[in-house]
């Protein structure tokens, strides 16, 4: 019991570090992150830890916006992608075989896709921007969740006490409610939580390959692709600071989402 | 109310007939032992008189039509592993409750401590646990209860004190009671009649 409040401590001293971060950044003041070419090219110090670039923005405000964006983008990307996941694996698992092998065939279709290629795709036909991002992180990321949750439900279908249930003359949404979800709530929490660094990273990456959101917007994928230029001019600060805080933030979801499974999912930790 | 089971046979995918052209039949306030030697099918009959299995051939009837599909099937099975009849995400006392209404009475007499109720199932033990399955079943909606080996987790005394719990039910409530079992002397003791399940109807 001991070591399972350690883990909820822990997932919440790790939510509220990102919660402050997207907090931050969401309510910085635009100022902050302005040019001012009187401070350009300062070294990392104290007064600014991440340095400033060649226009003389403050790289920590810049990081902590581009954070915040990314942590807005992750959290409703994952969501959806999550709801739709398991949307359709239910479906997928409780509907009649042709039902199954339509939706089937479309988590195969989605999967073999790279993702990179379906995220730039669809950035191109929504438009660029966040809209964009959002909606192409969601389509992309949802299948192997839905994949997982419909080899659950097929799985559970078939228990005893399914059946029993039914004979007790239980409704079939009354089995879904009060067996089926309440199995797969473990699995959906953890998946969600995982999806968000696959998210941020996604948007990262589309965004420095010029695809996603545009470049006035301080993502960090913005940020890096713009520091490239400099990289070879000796501006080592200006990608290594922000490419580690997006490394950090994704560590921290690792961490939250594998101790939620260990906190959430007792009956599996036990066998 | 009749219930039965005509020309029963049954086979699973890939085995031989586990039996073949079984008749037996149970009316309401009787008891009836289905006894045999372990293995020989007499939970696969107990699933199939429930509801649970189709027969490959021969039919279940209730009062000569078939089984309900939807609501509550008047005839139910408490099946010989508890562990399986009960969801182990789910709290006892939910567990009960998705049944109807909880008889504490009912429950007190058959062995159910109250502070069961808020436990998990695998904080129980297997024979505690068959309590609950077996409680789940009594009530007035249920008009034949097909007991498939209830006791064998169970202490002797424990034994007695369930089958008591069981026997004054049925009596009380004019239902009709199958008590599946490979031990002959209890089904001696308590049934009014006795259905064999030999070796002459295995296929
Ligand atoms: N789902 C199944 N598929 C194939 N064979 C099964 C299945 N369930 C039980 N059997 C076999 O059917 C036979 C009868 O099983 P069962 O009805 O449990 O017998 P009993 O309750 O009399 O011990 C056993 O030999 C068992 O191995
Ligand atoms: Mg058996």
Not at chain 1, 70 to 77: C, E, M, T
Not at chain 2, 80 to 106: C, F, T, W
């Amino acid at each position: 019991m001991n070591g399972r409040i350690k883990l909820i401590f822990s997932i919440i001293a790790t939510i509220t570090i990102i919660l402050i971060i997207a907090l931050v950044g969401i309510l910085m003041d635009e100022d902050v992150l302005k040019a001012d070419f009187k401070i350009k090219n300062i070294e990392p110090c104290l007064e600014y830890p991440f340095g400033t670039d060649w226009m003389g923005r403050d790289m920590l405000a810049r990081t902590v916006k581009g954070l915040s964006i990314s942590i807005v983008i992750g959290l409703v990307a994952s969501i959806v992608s999550a709801v739709m996941a398991v949307i359709i694996g239910t479906l997928a698992g409780t509907m009649p075989k042709w039902v199954d092998s339509i939706l089937g065939w479309l988590i195969d279709l989605v999967m073999g896709i790279p993702h990179l290629v379906l995220l730039i795709l669809i950035s191109f036909a929504v438009g660029r921007g966040i809209k964009g991002v959002m909606i192409g992180i969601a389509v992309t990321h949802w299948t192997s969740l839905a994949r997982l949750v419909r080899s659950e439900v097929l799985q559970i279908r078939n228990e005893f006490y399914i059946k029993l249930s039914k004979k007790l003359g239980k409704s079939n949404i009354y089995i879904l409610k009060n067996h089926i979800l309440p199995h797969l709530l473990p699995q959906f929490i953890i998946g969600l939580v995982l999806l968000f660094p696959h998210a941020i990273l996604h948007e990262a990456a589309v965004t420095f390959l010029g695809f996603g959101l545009p470049p006035e917007v301080p993502a960090i994928g913005i940020i890096l692709s713009e520091s490239m230029k400099y990289l070879s001019a000796g501006k080592w600060h200006l990608a290594l600071f922000p490419g580690l805080s997006l490394v950090a933030i994704v560590l921290l979801f690792e961490h939250i989402g594998s101790n939620i499974k260990k906190v959430l999912d007792p009956y599996n930790a036990q066998n | 109310m009749l219930l039965e089971g005509k020309n029963l046979s049954f086979k699973y995918k890939n085995t031989d007939y586990l039996f073949e052209n079984i008749n037996i039949s149970v009316e309401s306030g009787e008891i009836v032992g289905l006894v045999a030697k372990s293995g020989y099918g007499k939970s696969t009959l107990s699933k199939i008189l429930a509801g649970y299995e189709t027969p490959t051939k021969g039919q279940v009837l209730l009062n000569g039509k078939k089984l309900p599909n939807k609501g509550y099937n008047p005839v139910q099975l408490i099946y010989q592993h508890p562990e399986k009849s009960i969801n182990p995400r789910m709290k006892m006392r939910d567990v009960l409750l998705e049944a109807g209404p909880i008889d504490y009475d009912l429950i007190k007499a058959i062995g159910i401590e109250e502070d069961w109720l808020t436990r998990y199932p695998l904080e129980l033990s297997g024979g505690e646990l068959q309590r609950f399955s077996v409680a789940r079943v009594l009530n007035e909606k249920t008009k034949f209860i097909i007991a498939d080996e209830i006791s064998t987790m169970l202490d002797v005394i424990t034994q007695a004190q369930i089958w008591n719990v069981i026997i004054e039910f049925v009596n009380k409530r004019n239902i009709g009671l199958v008590a599946v079992t490979h031990n002959k002397h209890l089904a001696e003791k308590i049934c009014n009649r006795i259905f064999y399940l030999e070796k002459e109807n295995r296929g």
